[in-house]
């Protein structure tokens, strides 16, 4: 959630921010009534209680004689109280979803627009140029008896498939080598719960514009997690932490469930949008003046690992309006696909701020001593779905794959053969 405070001293930057989202600026103006109104609603209520608890004291002094009518005064009044209260909760309860409505405050310098208005903000490496006509990444997978789609399918249904043999043990390398270079840069490494409570999910921000993504277990209510970031997010709720000796970074390791709605026809084919998938997913708490430093650290970790593949990439501002509602700023790195001519996402790193760690009660104490709340940021580490860029930017023209030489002490070989 937003910060009120700053809400209520800049509403021009608020509703500018949802214009660079391509959101309704008309929901800062219900916000702030319904803020108003929540304050009015709770100034009422406090009245109220001290004129209550006042003729309390009145009563105890009072003769006999007096007693009967300020009794009957004092019911009054009691009944007054509990419907000044009745309106002070129905007042929070639309305090609140007026300000879940509205989603993080777009970081200056982020470009406006949708899906296709980011800034290219750097290119690294060169696209291979091959003197044979290269394959996909699934039809080098099955020729290579990595990647089973059929059976997948046969199994779980669409957009399921299982890695076999070398296939598995890339996947396993990935995570590895993500997971060795996380805790050398000071993360702790973490398994975490992949079903998570509603109160869990929804702090994260992925039950407003997301919710058709997320696959939801009614019986049980909890919800499968489409990226370790959800228990990661959740792991501290509630508390409040001791950043005086630095952020608190931890490493997810997961499998991840996304429902991938209304992407029907869009990379349908092979392992780019799959309904599960395992990722290591990098997860930062701090204090808000050090998360743009921290977000640049997480980039840069990025950058380390997609080197180690040694594949070309690019890296990306993402535009506002193709943010979630929890980042104020987002920087993907896209990986080369030759067969598709164009780069696809393999990494993305957002900054939440304050947005996450205010929905979950996350603070922490300032050189004051004083509770404020925390800066949440995360970033991809390694998937599944890097295992696309890797097999076509290293097929050979013999149909095998070059495995990265970072990748060879895990998986056994240097070459994938057919």
């Given at each position: ?5 700053f ?5 021009e930057?608020?509703?500018a921010?949802?214009?660079t ?8 103006d219900a916000?702030?009534?319904a803020?108003?109104?929540r304050?009015?609603a709770?100034?009422t209520?406090d009245?109220?209680r001290?004129?209550?608890k006042?003729?309390?004291?009145v009563?105890g ?6 007693r009967?009518?300020l009794?009957?005064?004092?019911t ?9 209260e ?6 929070d309860?639309?305090?609140d ?11 200056d310098g982020?470009p406006a ?8 903000l750097?290119?690294v490496?060169?696209?291979?140029v091959f003197?044979?006509?290269p394959?996909d990444?699934?039809?080098l997978g099955?020729s ?6 059929e ?5 779980s ?7 076999t043999g070398?296939g598995?043990?890339?996947?396993m390398?990935l ?9 050398a840069n000071?993360f702790?490494?973490m398994?975490?719960?992949v079903l ?5 999910m929804a702090?994260t ?8 993504e997320?696959?939801?277990?009614e ?5 499968l997690?489409g990226t370790?970031?959800v ?10 932490l001791d950043?005086?000796?630095g ?7 997961s499998s ?8 029907y026809?869009?990379?349908?084919r092979g392992?780019?949008?799959?309904h599960?998938f ?8 701090t ?11 997480l ?11 040694e594949?070309?990439?690019r890296v ?6 193709d943010l ?11 990986a080369?696909?030759p067969?598709?001519?164009t ?18 009660s996350?603070?922490y104490r300032?050189?004051?001593g004083k509770?404020q ?5 995360n ?7 890097w ?5 076509e930017n290293?097929?050979?023209a013999?149909g095998?794959v070059r ?16």
């Open positions: 959630m937003i910060d009120l405070r809400l209520r001293e800049n509403p930057a608020v509703r921010s949802q214009r989202r391509g959101e309704d600026p008309a929901l800062v916000l702030l009534e803020d108003a109104a304050r009015a709770v100034a209520a009245n109220l001290a004129e209550h006042a003729m309390g004291k009563i002094k009072a003769s006999k004689e007096e009967p009518a009794l009957a005064a004092a009054d009044m009691s009944a007054k109280v509990k419907e000044a009745l309106a002070e909760g129905a007042a309860a639309e305090l979803a007026a300000q879940r409505a509205i989603s993080n405050i777009v970081q982020a627009g949708g899906e296709d208005d980011y800034v290219v750097e290119t490496g060169t696209p291979p003197d044979f006509e394959k990444h699934l039809e099955e290579l008896h990595i990647i089973d789609m059976r997948g399918a046969k199994v249904g669409s957009r399921f498939y299982f890695l070398y598995a043990l890339l996947q390398g995570l590895q080598l993500a997971a060795q270079k996380a805790v000071g702790t490494m398994i975490p719960p998570v409570r509603p109160e869990i702090g921000g992925f039950l407003g514009q997301h919710s058709a997320v696959y939801h277990l019986e049980d209510d909890l919800y997690v370790s970031e228990p990661l997010a959740g792991y501290h709720s509630g508390e409040i950043l005086g000796a952020p608190k970074r931890y490493a997810g390791w991840c469930f996304r429902r991938e709605a209304g992407s026809g869009k990379d349908t392992i780019i949008r799959v599960q395992d990722k290591v997913e990098m997860f930062v708490y204090t808000p003046d050090q998360a743009d430093a921290e977000h640049q650290r980039l840069a970790w990025e950058r380390e690992m997609l080197a180690a593949i594949v070309p990439y990306i501002d993402v535009a506002g309006g979630g509602s929890s980042a104020a700023r987002k920087f993907d790195c896209e080369w696909v067969t598709q001519q780069y696809r996402e393999l990494t993305s790193t957002s900054n939440c701020t304050t947005f996450q760690a205010r929905r979950l996350v603070r300032d050189e004051n509770a709340v925390a800066a949440t940021l970033g991809t580490l390694a998937t599944t779905r295992i696309v860029a890797i097999l290293h097929q050979q013999d095998s495995v990265p030489e970072a990748l060879v002490p895990f998986v056994g070989t240097e070459v994938l053969k057919p």
